[in-house]
């Protein structure tokens, strides 16, 4: 097996792969398609066979997401070796899957980890819509935010989420979502957020709710990430109609973030 850093017949090969799994890879198209200036592509070739992938993307500035790929242990490990030589211990999100969780820990320099759900819901499978308990939903625009109240909290993801969406009560957004990925295989939910005096009252379901409805004018499937003892979080997901399809581990190099 070689790990090298990936040509662009290589960044097709991921491509073709993610495009098999979009409710696993959504994300690895949208770096591909849109950050690709921005991120490193690493493939494992075996026997000319894809055996994994890496990808690091460096958008953020003062830390790499890397995401890598692989259904063997050996893979994995091999990939987390190229991205220690390769960027030492620069602060980095690291994501695989769980249960190579101890295998790659002998490896790094661990601050700390966090275990998600990737979850998923498909157009054609029945789900439940839900109205916020008051105010309107709007999609948050330029021009309408400077007539709107929000929070520091609000203000940094309206930065950071495609087509974000909020839901107003007396003028101020209480609840925030948006996308992270919106390709034709799948759209990518993220960046949901209520505030603390609005919580426990459906605000989080009905702005999931309204994301998933519009992401579903253009695709077949939504998908997203949720930390796995974020209960209330999953069980609200749960009842809108989505599943868990996969088990990750997010793995923090150098700093502490949360998902």
């Given at each position: ?143 309408e935010l400077g007539e709107l109240e929000y929070s520091r909290e609000v203000g940094s993801r309206l930065k950071r989420l495609l087509e974000p969406y909020g ?93």
């Open positions: 097996m070689i790990i090298r850093k990936a040509c662009s017949k290589d960044i097709a090969w991921i491509e073709e792969y993610a495009k098999r799994d979009p409710e696993t890879q959504v994300l690895v198209l949208h770096d591909i398609r849109h950050e690709r200036d921005r991120s490193d592509f690493y493939v494992a070739i075996s026997d000319d066979d894809l055996e994994g992938f890496m990808v690091v993307y460096k958008g953020f500035g003062y830390f790499y997401s890397v995401l890598i790929e692989a259904g063997n242990k050996d893979v994995v490990l091999e990939l987390v070796k190229t991205y220690k030589y390769t960027y030492g211990d620069y602060p980095a999100i690291i994501h695989v899957l769980d249960h190579f969780a101890d295998a790659v820990r002998d490896l790094l320099n661990i601050s700390s980890t966090y275990n998600y759900l990737v979850m998923a819901l498909r157009k054609e499978v029945p789900r439940r819509v839900f109205k916020p308990p008051e105010g309107y939903i709007t999609k948050l625009k330029g021009n839901i107003v009560v007396n003028g101020k957004i209480v609840a925030i979502g948006g996308y992270c990925a919106m390709e034709p295989e799948a759209y990518m939910v993220c960046g949901v957020y209520v505030e603390p005096d609005y919580r426990g009252r459906g605000f989080g379901k009905a702005i999931s709710s309204i994301l998933v409805e519009e992401a579903f004018k253009h695709t077949d499937i939504v998908t997203l990430w949720v930390r796995e003892d974020n209960y209330p979080a999953v069980y609200a997901y749960i009842g809108i109609g989505f599943k868990t399809v996969r088990r990750n581990i997010w793995i923090n190099i150098g700093i502490d973030k949360k998902p």
